[in-house]
């Protein structure tokens, strides 16, 4: 049990991560849950074995390949969510950890252990997922080096069953550069190695290819290809001997099955597929010409908790490096068990010994005694080969990273071509460093590298710009294009607007407008539209009614009566006002009252015998003052309000008569 495990339970790392029961332990970390105490979410925390972490060379691999994993985003590999170094324990014994995704579930190895051997269509579609993942990772310049079923999650996905996740991109390639580990070394999981990783230490993504090739077979057959006696043998079987077809252990399997395994774990990897991407289209064509659906995946019942770990060689096993070459230790440093599935550090001047004297027998056993010259020949000549393998093994295969930083993409290939390495490009935005121009390298100008090992140069394409969303393109779509520039989306109901050309919901705009030049990370602001304005109710003020109502139809409103009231100087029948009030913006199909105007015209009765104007004035409903006849004949002179007036009913008219 590492140290790790006896202090972490309850501990509370970078003061943000809880850590809970212990999920998972090896000989490199253990793995446990955990609490996201400022997210409030359940997480995976893998906390390193501190001797890794007190480790320089570690501790620069480590940040470089977590940020790495944490740029991969796919259905089908466990998110990297942090990492980091607490020193909440001390100085003297950091712990550097990684916070992962918490998959509700457990490994292939479990379901393997559970079934022994997975039916095709379902041996088909975890391959399927576990390439589709590896198929991003190489996208983005990823190599995983380490597949194998403890890196196979089977997580819960709701009640259609369960789903793939692949574990633990790039940590093999950092713990190789700890000086925990001997500079001649073999890193990685015997039962799962490409032959040149054996042989070269070299990866690539038919390094992973070789593997995924291997997983397969174990899937289809429910054993690995090659067992031995020891670790080092296992390893050396990928050299030396073709992976057998999987009909050779389950004849019934089809032959199209044995020509997929055949084309995926061929020893020299330019005959295996490029990449996982390719891999994955030949296993898609496979299962068409068999006419065999996806299955579902089964769901797998969770790790055991801390008071039952995994045994060891269901996770990781670090093998203590060997001294140099020439001393007494061989292979037995190594497990004895020479086990396929543990991460293992594999001396690997010991195996290219091992190798050797499987092909030409011990060096040290000469057939005849030599004469005495002779012999002392051969001493002198093996001294040379023993010192030349020091050199070789320890520093000779080894140059330094050329620094490249700020020089062109063809200059910076050209540089580490020279220094013996492969550069493979990717490409990030940058702030201040010109289009076109190295940012920086991975592993950093002036680190020890393998001789033939990849570097990653990270090539500058500028400050970003704000795309060319075009109106009308979803809120995801406008979301996507804005990071893949490495800028923010935002949306802010305060920001969308009405339009009557792009359906509410779409895109109108970004602000600020594409062509724009940004820094990386900054906020561009997604206009949504709110769909077509409202639109004003008209104003039909003096209007008639049916003319108001017309009027109102035709703005794509239901008009309908709403009352009578006066309103001075508005004719009876007329329209006095609308609810809504005119110029109110309300939706279309919205019902408008219409009230019209109750008044009535007071007739002109000067100049009329005063008797027979107060007759006119009475039948049209008015009150009338001042019509008090003083003889036989009297006249109407003037009268108040005057005639053709409106007024409200029973309103009293004044007259004046004579005599």
Excluded: C
């Amino acid at each position: 049990m590492t140290r790790t495990e006896t202090s972490l339970a309850g501990a509370l790392l970078d003061r943000r991560y809880r850590v809970g029961g212990l999920i998972a332990r090896g000989g490199m970390s253990s793995v446990y849950r955990g609490v996201d105490t400022r997210l409030d979410r359940p997480v995976a925390v893998k906390v390193m074995d501190s001797r890794f972490a007190g480790d320089r060379s570690f501790v620069e691999r480590f940040e470089r390949e977590a940020r790495s994993a944490a740029r991969l985003h796919h259905p089908h590999v466990v998110a990297v969510h942090d990492q980091g170094f607490d020193t909440s324990a001390g100085v003297d014994d950091p712990r550097a950890f990684l916070v992962m995704e918490l998959v509700d579930g457990g490994t292939l190895r479990d379901l393997l252990t559970e079934r022994g051997r997975l039916d095709v269509p379902l041996a088909l579609t975890v391959a399927e997922q576990v390439l589709s993942a590896l198929a991003a990772a190489h996208a983005a310049g990823l190599v995983h080096r380490d597949i194998k079923p403890e890196n196979v999650l089977i997580g819960a996905a709701g009640e259609s069953g369960g789903v793939v996740k692949v574990a633990d991109f790039g940590l093999v390639r950092a713990a190789a550069s700890a000086g925990t580990t001997s500079t001649s070394v073999i890193l990685g999981t015997v039962g799962y190695l490409s032959p040149e990783q054996v042989s070269t230490g070299a990866s690539s993504a038919r390094s992973d290819v070789y593997s995924t090739g291997i997983l397969l077979f174990e899937m289809l057959t429910g054993q690995v290809p090659y067992h031995g006696d020891t670790a080092l043998s296992v390893a050396y079987r990928h050299v030396n001997d073709d992976v057998p077809r999987p009909s050779t252990v389950v004849p019934e399997l089809p032959s199209a099955l044995d020509e997929l395994v055949e084309r995926a774990t061929r020893r020299d990897p330019e005959s295996r597929p490029a990449d996982a991407e390719a891999f994955l289209a030949e296993i898609q064509r496979v299962r068409a010409e068999l006419g065999l659906p996806p299955a579902p995946i089964p769901r797998v019942p969770a790790p055991r908790t801390a008071t039952q770990p995994p045994a060891e060689t269901d996770s990781e096993l670090t093998v203590p490096a060997l001294p140099a070459v020439g001393t007494a230790t061989s292979t037995t440093a190594l497990p004895s068990d020479g086990g396929p599935r543990g991460t293992q550090a594999l001396p690997r001047a010991a195996a290219q010994d091992h190798e050797q004297e499987t092909d030409d027998g011990p060096l040290a056993s000469p057939r005849r005694r030599a004469p005495l010259a002779v012999l002392a020949l051969v001493v002198l000549v093996l001294l040379g080969g023993v010192g030349a393998g020091v050199w070789w093994f320890s520093s000779g295969r080894y140059v330094d990273v050329p620094s490249v930083t700020g020089m062109s993409r063809e200059e910076a290939e050209t540089a580490l071509r020279q220094a013996e390495l492969t550069p493979v490009v990717t490409e990030e935005r940058h702030n201040t460093t010109p289009s076109g121009t190295v940012i920086r390298t991975e592993p950093d100008g002036g680190d020890r590298a393998l001789q033939g090992d990849e570097v990653t140069v990270v090539l500058s394409l500028g400050r970003p710009v704000v795309p060319d969303v075009r109106p009308g393109a979803s809120v995801e779509e406008a979301e996507r294009a804005i990071e893949a520039v490495q800028l923010t989306p935002r949306v802010s109901e305060e920001t969308d607007e009405y339009s009557s050309d792009v359906p509410e919901g779409a895109v109108v705009s970004l602000t600020p407008e594409p062509g724009s030049q940004a820094n990386v990370g900054d906020a561009v602001t997604i206009v949504r539209s709110k769909g077509p304005p409202p639109t004003p109710v008209p104003d039909v003020r003096g209007k008639s009614r049916d003319e108001a109502f017309q009027a109102l139809r035709d703005a794509g409103f239901e008009p309908f009566e709403a009352g009578e009231e006066f309103a001075e100087g508005v004719a009876a029948g007329h329209v006095v006002r609308t609810d809504p009030a005119q110029g109110s913006t309300v939706d279309e199909g919205t019902r408008v009252g219409v009230v019209v105007s109750n008044a009535v015209k007071v007739p002109s009765v000067v100049g009329r015998r005063t008797e027979k104007a107060v007759q006119i004035l009475r039948e049209a409903g008015f009150e009338v003052s001042g019509g008090d006849s003083r003889g036989p004949i009297s006249f109407v002179i003037e009268q108040s309000p005057s005639g053709g007036s409106f007024v409200r009913p029973g309103t009293t008219v004044n007259l004046s008569v004579i005599p």
